[in-house]
Every structure is written in structure tokens, then in C-alpha cells.
């Protein structure tokens, strides 16, 4: 079978199955199955399209090419250790009450969807089915934010459903726009809102309308990407939900949305030939960058306290986009990559660490590295990854980002050093403390799955070493299509 197809029909016939049988005790095992082929998939994708170029599917519904075939497997790969890291996890939640056999259904069967709804987005060729996608993601997470049905999981669903329904809807409003604005040269019919039609004519759209479609375009989906003042929703949903979750939500749903807003970024600098596109990146990602820091400092729970780390770190990669150019460009994109792998793997030690102390508050979190020595060494390995100190990729994006904020915006330069500074310093503490501190708790009935945690850490580690061939490829390939 087709690698593409497959991509995209293995979460979904998971997401089906599992909905029927997702409350066995092997279901766990077979979410865990149905990741792995996915990943295998995608491994087979990237390689076709390394191999022979960009590609449709489906006519021209799909579009796979440079700027997407790795995110591609980026997400497979993280879905597959999150996969393997929720199985002890789950397991232990079921076991404190939090989780019924019906519960258990409903999370095997939208993890899947999630994933599928996902590459969807990634891969689609069409922009209004772009929309379909995302929106179809924030069903899916909503009903995963609210699984365990307390009245503060319920909150925080609704939040979410709440402010990105009205950010969905905004988006939706900004594609009308697209529409429109290529209507003179595409004319109507599905057609028009194909992206490669759209690239093709770009230089023709009409300005007017593609200035005010890409600013709802980016308020849109800049709500899913949890960008300020948009960002209540991450928090709480970070919070509340199950912490397999948090991952997905931080490695994978924030990359695809700044992965939407890149492709009409694209549609928009050639529209416009203005700097608008630029300068609003610029203004929501530094924005987000200073509001995320001042408030992690301010936070008692530790899963929102690497919630707000990660609307930091979004906006440090809109920030370089918004600079643009192929070095700031080319960071961004290695700072969306290790992002996900180093933050995932954070918060998969901190859903261990906070089952352990029975608790998300960060005072009553202690002595990790007596209880277990691999949680707690690799929660502070991943926060010292997180917070740029080399050798770590994040450090190599960090001084990319940096540096030529130094020549292009000199006046940003000292804001991004002051919220990296008190990033770094309120975070540490914290984490220093959980992780040394005395403690009472008890080991876990179900061994931790700590491999997931290590494996992202020491690709995160490699980056800042050594970028592969491939990916180096990519990379380059991709910052030529966004740049120009």
C-alpha cells in the first residue's frame, strides 16, 4: 500500500477499532501498534520524497514536499513514544479511580483521531480542508482535556472549546478571504483554494483582501498555536488533562498550526511585498515570549509551568519567521524540531514524577532522584535542555534566533535575553527543588516507561552536535520555499 495512504489510514482505522474495544487490557498495546506502523509509514514517506520530490495524492488533494514530509515524521515519532510512555501511565490513572473501562475507550479512540486529524492537516493540499482538519483536532483534544470529568477538567475543555471555537472560526472567515482574493485568477471551484494553484499565482493576488485575510488567518490559528494574548486555553488544558496529552498538545498541536500560518505567510510576502506578514510574526512572537515568561515565574503547578514554557518557546519560533531570511528561517525550523522532542519528554517525566508525589503542585513534589533516580535525572536533563544550555539543540536555535535578532532588530535583542534569563532562572529553581528535595512518596505499582524520555533527550542532544544529512536537507530545502 501506498506509504502516503497508509500515513493517513492507520490512525484512522485506529481510531475506529479502538473505539470499540479501546477499554482491554491490550488496547494500550494496540494504540501502541497502529503509532508504530504510522511511523514506519511516514519513515517511507520521507524517504520517497527525498528520493524523487514533491508529490500529490488523490488527485491534488494531498501535497507532501520539503516543507512538510519531515513534520510528517516528526509527528509519527513523537505519537509513537507518547504512545509507549501513556501505557504505565493510563494504567496507573486507572488504577487511582481516574480512569473507567468507557474512559479508556474514549481516550484509545481520539488519541488515534487526534493523530489522524494531524497528518490531515500537515498533508493537505487544500486550504479549506486545512481548516476541516484543525477544527477536527480541536474536537478530538477537547474531548481527551476533559476525560477524566472533574469539574475542573470540564473548565478547562470548555475554555478550550470556547476560545479556539472562536479562533477556528476566525480562521475560517480568513480562508473566505483567501478565496476571494484569488478569485480573479483562479476563478471558483474547489480548485482556488488548492495551495500549489495559489503559490503558482501569488505575485496576482489581490493585495487588499490577502492583507486582511492573512491577519485573521493568523489570528485563527495563532489561538491554536497558544499565541498572547489567545493562550488562556494552553494552560488549563495542559493542566487538567491527561499528561500524554500535554505532550501531543505542546510537540505536535502547536507545530501544525505554525505550520499552517507558515503556508499562507508564503501566500501573503508574495501578495503583498510589504513586510506585514514579517512584522506581525515579530509582534506576537515577542509578545508571547515576555507574557509567557513573567507568568511561568508566577506558576505553583508544574504541568503549567511548562505549558507557559511552551507558549515561550512558540513565540520564539514565530518570532524568527517573523524575521525571516534563510538563517532566522532555518532556526526556526530547528527550534520547532527539538522543541517537540525535548518538551515531550519533559512532560513525560513530569507526569511520572507528579503520579509519584500524587500531586501537580510543585512544593509537594521531592527527592525525585531518591524515589526513582531516572525520572528525576531525566526531568532535570530535559528543563536544562528546554532553558538552551548547550550542548543541547535548543541552545544551537536559541544563539540562531539570537544572534541575528542582533542584526536585523537590535532593539528586540535585549527583551529576548531578559525572558531567557528569567525563563532560566524560574524555572531551574523549581525543578532543582523537586528533584533533590527530601520526600515520603512511594514507588509506582506499574515501572515508569522512561525510554520515550531518553531517546528524545538524546536526539535533542544530537541536534546540538550534528544535524543529519536528511534533515539538513530538509531544512534547506524548506527555509528556500518559505524564504523565496
Not at 542584526?407 to 527543588?433: K, N
Request: aromatic share 10%.
Amino acid at each position: 500500500m501506498d506509504a502516503l495512504v497508509l500515513v493517513l489510514l492507520t490512525p484512522l482505522l485506529g481510531g475506529l477499532i479502538l473505539g470499540l474495544i479501546g477499554d482491554r487490557d491490550s488496547a494500550a498495546e494496540l494504540n501502541v501498534g497502529f503509532s508504530l506502523v504510522t511511523f514506519i509509514a511516514a519513515a517511507m514517506l520521507t524517504a520517497q520524497i527525498i528520493a524523487g520530490g514533491p508529490t500529490f495524492g488523490f488527485g491534488k488533494l494531498l501535497f507532501i514536499d520539503p516543507l512538510n514530509v519531515f513534520l510528517v515524521t516528526l509527528t509519527a515519532f513523537v505519537g509513537l513514544t507518547t504512545s509507549l510512555f501513556s501505557r504505565p501511565y493510563m494504567r496507573v490513572e486507572r488504577d487511582h479511580g481516574k480512569m473507567t473501562p468507557r474512559r479508556m475507550r474514549l481516550y484509545h479512540s481520539m488519541y488515534q483521531l487526534f493523530m489522524f486529524t494531524m497528518f490531515l492537516a500537515l498533508m493537505t493540499n487544500n486550504m479549506g480542508m486545512l481548516w476541516v482538519a484543525m477544527e477536527g483536532a480541536t474536537l478530538a483534544t477537547v474531548l481527551l482535556v476533559s476525560v477524566y470529568r472533574t469539574a475542573t477538567s470540564l473548565e478547562a475543555a470548555w475554555k478550550y472549546f470556547i476560545l479556539c471555537g472562536v479562533g477556528i472560526a476566525l480562521a475560517l472567515f480568513g480562508t473566505i478571504l483567501l478565496y476571494l482574493a484569488a478569485y480573479r485568477e483562479l476563478g471558483s471551484g474547489s480548485d482556488a483554494l488548492l495551495w500549489t494553484n495559489l503559490n503558482a499565482v501569488k505575485t496576482r493576488l489581490e493585495p487588499t483582501v490577502m492583507s486582511l485575510a492573512f491577519v485573521f488567518l493568523l489570528v485563527g490559528y495563532g489561538t491554536k498555536m497558544g499565541l498572547v494574548p489567545l493562550h488562556n486555553w494552553l494552560p488549563d488544558a495542559h493542566a487538567e488533562g491527561p499528561t500524554p496529552i500535554s505532550a501531543v498538545l505542546s510537540g505536535l498541536l502547536l507545530n501544525v498550526a505554525l505550520y499552517a500560518v507558515l503556508r499562507f505567510k508564503v501566500l501573503a510576502d508574495g501578495a503583498l511585498l510589504n513586510g506585514l506578514p514579517g512584522r506581525l510574526l515579530v509582534g506576537f512572537g515577542l509578545l508571547s515570549v515576555l507574557v509567557a515568561t513573567y507568568s511561568l515565574s508566577r506558576q505553583k503547578d508544574v504541568k503549567r509551568m511548562f505549558s507557559y514554557s511552551s507558549i515561550e518557546h512558540i513565540g520564539l519560533m514565530t518570532f524568527a519567521f517573523g524575521i525571516g531570511g534563510p538563517i532566522a528561517t532555518y532556526a526556526g525550523l530547528l527550534h520547532m524540531t527539538v522543541h517537540s522532542l525535548v518538551k515531550s519528554a519533559i512532560f513525560f517525566a513530569v507526569g511520572h514524577a507528579a503520579q509519584k508525589a500524587g500531586t501537580q503542585i510543585m512544593d509537594d513534589i521531592r527527592g525525585l532522584v531518591k524515589v526513582s533516580p531516572t525520572v528525576g535525572w531525566g526531568m532535570l536533563l530535559g528543563s536544562l535542555a528546554i532553558l538552551g544550555m548547550p550542548p543541547f539543540g535548543v541552545f544551537s536555535s536559541e544563539f540562531l534566533i539570537v544572534t541575528t535578532a542582533m542584526r536585523e532588530l537590535p532593539w528586540a535583542t535585549p527583551l529576548l535575553l531578559l525572558a531567557l534569563g528569567v525563563a532560566f532562572a524560574s524555572i531551574l529553581s523549581r525543578v532543582l527543588s523537586m528533584v533533590f528535595g527530601e520526600t515520603t512518596a512511594k514507588p509506582l505499582a506499574h515501572p515508569p516507561a522512561l525510554l520515550p524520555v531518553f531517546i528524545h533527550l538524546g536526539l535533542g542532544l544530537m541536534l546540538g552536535l550534528y544535524i543529519p544529512a536528511y534533515l539538513n536537507m530538509w531544512f534547506r530545502q524548506a527555509v528556500k520555499m518559505i524564504v523565496g
